[in-house]
């Protein structure tokens, strides 16, 4: 898309970082007075659908705004990303980021879950939500150890039994919590 983001003189630094960042590239500057300028830039879509313009007011302070129309489409540098929860795909990925911003959304299950950025059927990157303990001994007062030991083995066969047959529900709320944290 063609953007035109109107700022103060004093932000074009930060806002030309933001517009790179997020793949575009400038076209021209075009000053209006003294303290404004109008930068002409192309980005693509969607980079600036979810955050862009919020970015564009946190730099400002409320001060810059910006305008797109559409610009054709272009041929684009593209490889097939794959998002994999517990073994399962998920039709939402951006390899390192997403994983780790993932670990940090998705509740957590009592039991670990792997998160796994593949592209082509080769893992790049790997995050695990740890699994929540419950303490199965609090109930075991000193005595014999073997007790302990035969509880602690029965919640992790437990543990891999609901594994193999649990399924993940992920909220929609991670997912858009995901793309405006980039």
Excluded: W
């Excluded at 960042?21 to 879509?45: A, F, I, N, Q, Y």
């Excluded at 990303?81 to 039709?91: A, K, Q, R, S, W």
């Excluded at 390192?96 to 998705?106: G, P, S, T, Y």
């Excluded at 007790?147 to 399924?167: P, T």
């Amino acid at each position: 898309v063609k953007a035109y983001v109107l700022c103060p003189n004093e932000n074009i630094g930060d806002i030309l970082r933001l517009i790179l960042e997020k793949r575009g590239h400038m076209e021209r500057t075009e000053s209006l007075d003294t303290r404004r300028v109008m930068l002409h830039c192309e980005l693509p879509l969607n980079e600036i659908l979810v955050d862009f313009n919020d970015k564009i007011k946190s730099i400002t302070r409320g001060y810059g705004s910006m305008d797109y129309e559409h610009a054709g489409y272009r041929p684009a540098k593209l490889v097939k990303l794959d998002l994999l929860v517990n073994g399962e795909p998920v039709e939402e990925g951006r390899g390192r980021q997403l994983a780790a911003k993932l670990k940090e959304v998705i509740p957590r299950q009592l039991y670990q879950v792997a998160i796994q950025a593949a592209i082509g059927g080769k893992i790049i990157a790997r995050e695990s939500v740890s699994a929540l303990r419950k303490n199965v001994t609090a109930k075991c007062y000193g005595g014999d150890i073997t007790r302990k030991r035969k509880l602690l083995e029965k919640q992790k066969e437990g543990k891999k039994r609901m594994k193999s047959i649990g399924k993940i529900n992920i909220p929609q709320e991670a997912f858009i919590e995901v793309l405006k944290a980039q």
